[in-house]
C-alpha cells in the first residue's frame, strides 16, 4: 500500500530529505508523494522513513485504493536503484 500526505502536512521537508527514493516532493500546501517512486521503504529501511521522521503523527498514512504486494515494490525499489543490492530484513548488510 503506497502512502499518502495529508492536510496535517506542516511542510517542513523532514520527509523530503528522508526519502531513499526522491518519491516526495514540494506541493503549495502540503508535500505530496509520487506513488510510481514509493515503495514504503521495501529495499531501503525496516519501515517508511517518512513516517518515522515525519513530526505529525497524523501527517502521513496508508493510502487503501494503492495497495501493492511487497514483490512489486522490491521490483520498483530494483528499477529506481539499478545496480545496487537491496536491504532486506534479517538480511546483514556487507559495507565492503
Same mark, same amino acid.
Given at each position: 500500500?503506497?502512502?499518502?500526505?495529508?492536510?496535517? %502536512?506542516?511542510?517542513?521537508?523532514?520527509?523530503?530529505?528522508? %526519502?531513499?527514493? =526522491?518519491?516526495?516532493?514540494?506541493?503549495?500546501?502540503?508535500?505530496?508523494?509520487?506513488?510510481?517512486?514509493?515503495?514504503?521503504?521495501?529495499?531501503?529501511?525496516?519501515?517508511?522513513? %517518512?513516517?518515522?521522521?515525519?513530526?505529525?503523527?497524523?501527517?502521513? =498514512?496508508?493510502?487503501?485504493?494503492?495497495?501493492?504486494?511487497? =514483490?512489486?515494490?522490491?521490483?520498483?525499489?530494483?528499477?529506481?536503484?539499478?545496480?545496487? =543490492?537491496?536491504?532486506?530484513?534479517?538480511?546483514?548488510?556487507?559495507?565492503?
Amino acid at each position: 500500500m503506497a502512502l499518502r500526505i495529508t492536510a496535517d %502536512c506542516l511542510n517542513c521537508y523532514a520527509c523530503v530529505s528522508d %526519502c531513499p527514493n =526522491e518519491a516526495i516532493s514540494g506541493g503549495k500546501s502540503i508535500h505530496v508523494i509520487d506513488p510510481s517512486h514509493c515503495t514504503e521503504c521495501v529495499g531501503a529501511h525496516e519501515s517508511p522513513r %517518512c513516517i518515522t521522521v515525519c513530526p505529525v503523527e497524523t501527517a502521513i =498514512e496508508w493510502d487503501p485504493e494503492r495497495v501493492e504486494s511487497r =514483490e512489486t515494490l522490491l521490483q520498483r525499489w530494483a528499477g529506481l536503484h539499478p545496480g545496487e =543490492e537491496p536491504r532486506l530484513p534479517g538480511k546483514a548488510v556487507d559495507n565492503t
